[in-house]
Nanobody
Framework: QVKLVESGGGLVQPGGSLRLSCAASGFTLDNYHIGWFRQAPGKEREGVSCDSRSGIKTNYLNSVKGRFTISRDNAKSMMYLQMTDLKPEDTAVYYC????????????????????WGQGTQVTVSS
């Protein structure tokens, strides 16, 4: 059974940091692109970052570039999103995702391409 389970969300002050983790099971993570998406109340879901299964290419939402870092540990079937200098506009439910693409080199922040999703973890940035 395929499963993605996020952890690490919470309440943090502006300028603070959080590390989201996602445990994958039921499939081999190194065959998949991975991604993180988020959805704030009243807003559409948006792609935050993705990492190609080749490990060559990562993509980031412009507003998080330089602040967020995506990574993976295929041996542990884990993916991570390190978030620093958090801002109130980063407040959202964050989802980890996985996509088995025939193209190893490039991932895209298009939610419809990702077939596996976690249940989400809340991140709230507030003073």
């Amino acid at each position: 059974q395929v499963k993605l389970v996020e952890s690490g969300g919470g309440l943090v002050q502006p300028g603070g940091s959080l590390r989201l983790s996602c445990a994958a099971s039921g499939f081999t993570l190194d065959n998949y692109h991975i991604g993180w998406f988020r959805q704030a109340p009243g807003k559409e879901r948006e792609g935050v970052s993705c990492d190609s299964r080749s490990g060559i290419k990562t993509n980031y939402l412009n507003s998080v570039k330089g602040r967020f870092t995506i990574s993976r540990d295929n041996a542990k079937s884990m993916m991570y999103l390190q978030m620093t200098d958090l801002k109130p506009e980063d407040t959202a439910v964050y989802y980890c995702t996985a996509h088995r693409s025939p193209y190893p080199g490039i991932c895209a922040l298009i939610s419809e391409r990702y077939e596996y999703w976690g249940q989400g973890t809340q991140v709230t940035v507030s003073s």
